[in-house]
């Protein structure tokens, strides 16, 4: 079950969503896996958007029994697998097995008759079920029976986190409760199949893809949705032509720059999504960002998304982190670890500004984690050597290739425990040498800093460009500080000693807000924070149609 909550800053509006039910069979093992048992980055794409496509969404009257819903949509097919949860009322996903009864679903529906408002004729695969019949006595409570909400308040993680027995479980407990769910991954790929169908009605054969934290193995439940407009198969790059005789080319417009047409595209498809797409709204168009975007709320499901075009890089380092994730268990945990006590300390924010980011974060877990002696994860020069022809990929002048298949890659073999990492992690921060040094996962080793940011973190492909730019002195001290704080409170007693709950102890006493800055003044700390966040506010609306952050 899962629950995701979510604060969308931009439209001031919070969707929750719960889901309730789950009655299908465990997911079968797939072709797609490898020899070892993880599948590449690729292969799991291509089978969760395939069974978006197979996939229907649903509004559902809240006094219809699940069970009469899924008996009358089964007429039309074989239901493999289905989920309902809450979100703005209840909402059921049904994956059918064939295509087929996707279109015989589509055939059936009737269009809404409205009395005051006129409609949109747009028709897609999100329907409503409609109860023309007395509605289900015996299951008034079909939408009560809420299991686990998964993600949980921070205090009520911190309680459960309390009871463990030892730190590494604390930190084991805490990812499996901030991870995405299977089924929370599959509605991710049903609203990107969703938006497919709106644009495709310009671009038939483009593809929207998720990439960063929903596919890349560190997304906390409730983080955003960001896609991709892949117009590849569109664009002809990969056609050979012949040496002699004639060739047929279609004519095309031309434009002087690959970001003008990047942002006709989000323009033109942003608008459709504005005005045809159901259950879009608060669509932005921001489209002179570094990276353009269209981005806006998907009401159904809850997800804040941020759609992109010819952003094959992002899609790159999505993989990269997947990869990275999937070496070894720690590193997931340790991510979701920092990531959370980052938020805890409001190092991170939901607000674009001079914060560290998640994706920052992650990056800076992964360089510690590769400075370990022996190193838990390989560099990336290292992945790149181990690529095979087919992995090779240059994506504008920026060599983004390593390899893909993890049964080519080979582990030290560190036997560190999550306690002793994550300690280790907070000392080699609260000690590390900003700066002179850049942080470099590509080489694995800090290098000079070709810059003056505060933080620079080089971008593992377009290396060139800090990641962490956005990132101000403020900031970075801060962060500084609470590792150094973290670091000893992690060597003493007291906070080793499991209290067996609810009294705070190991990683959950890291979560509490911070002593020494408590100690210094709170009044000032006050002042600095509100100061803070109102100059960041500000700089996020003057830099909204400029960058994105
Ligand atoms: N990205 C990047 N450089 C940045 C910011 C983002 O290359 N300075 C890419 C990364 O691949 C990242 C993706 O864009 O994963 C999405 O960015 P963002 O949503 O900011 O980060 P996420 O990793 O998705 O993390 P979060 O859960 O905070 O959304
Ligand atoms: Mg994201």
Known sequence: TTCLQRVDTFLGRSFGTNVVADQSETPRKDEAEEKDGRKSFYAVQAERQEQAERSVLFSCPSRTSERKILKYLSRHGEIKKHFSYESYGMYAVAEFENRE??????????????????????????????????????????????????????????????????????????????????????????????????????????TI??????????????????????????????????????????????????????????????????????????????????????????????????????????MKSSELLYIYGQLDPRVRCLVFTVRCWARAHGITSSIPGAWISNFSLTVMVLFFLQRRNPPIIPTLDHLRDLAGPADKCVIEGNDCTFVSDFSKIQLQSNTETLEQLLCEFFEFYATFTFTKSSINIRKGKEQNKPE?????????????????????????????????????????????????????WGLTTLLLPSQIAGIKSRKKRGREAASERIKGLLESLKNKNQQKS
């Open 101 to 206: 009864s996707v279109d015989s679903i589509l055939e059936g529906a009737a269009i809404p008759t409205a009395s005051h408002e006129s409609t949109v004729p747009f028709k897609s695969r999100l329907l409503s079920v409609r109860n023309l019949g007395p509605a289900d006595s015996s299951n008034q409570q079909s939408s009560k029976h809420d299991q686990s909400q998964t993600t949980i308040p921070i205090n009520e993680l911190m309680k459960r986190l309390s009871r463990e027995g030892s730190i590494a479980q604390q930190i084991t407990s805490l990812t499996e409760a901030y991870q995405l769910t299977d089924e929370n991954i599959r509605l991710r790929f049903l609203v990107c199949s969703l938006l497919r169908d709106i644009a495709a009605a310009y671009f038939p054969e483009c």
């Open 209 to 314: 893809k998720p990439f960063g934290s929903s596919v890349n193995g560190f997304g906390k439940l409730g983080c955003d949705l960001d896609m991709f407009l892949d117009l590849d198969s569109i664009s002809g790059r990969n056609i050979k032509t012949p040496k002699s005789g004639l060739l047929l080319e279609y004519q095309m417009k031309r434009t002087n720059s690959e970001r003008a047409v990047t942002q006709s595209i989000l323009s033109v498809i942003g608008t459709c999504v504005d005005q045809f797409g159901p259950g879009c709204v608060g669509v932005q168009k921001i489209l002179n960002a570094r990276c353009p975007l269209v981005r806006f709320a998907h009401q159904p499901s809850g997800f804040q998304c941020d759609l992109t075009a010819n952003n094959r890089v992002a």
């Open 452 to 504: 003056v940011a505060p933080l620079h973190i080089q971008n593992p492909f377009e290396t060139s460009l800090n990641v962490s730019k956005n990132v101000n002195v403020t900031q970075l001290e801060r962060f500084v500080a609470l590792c150094q704080e973290s670091s000893w409170l992690l060597q003493q007693t007291e906070t080793l000693t499991p209290t067996g709950g609810p009294t705070p």
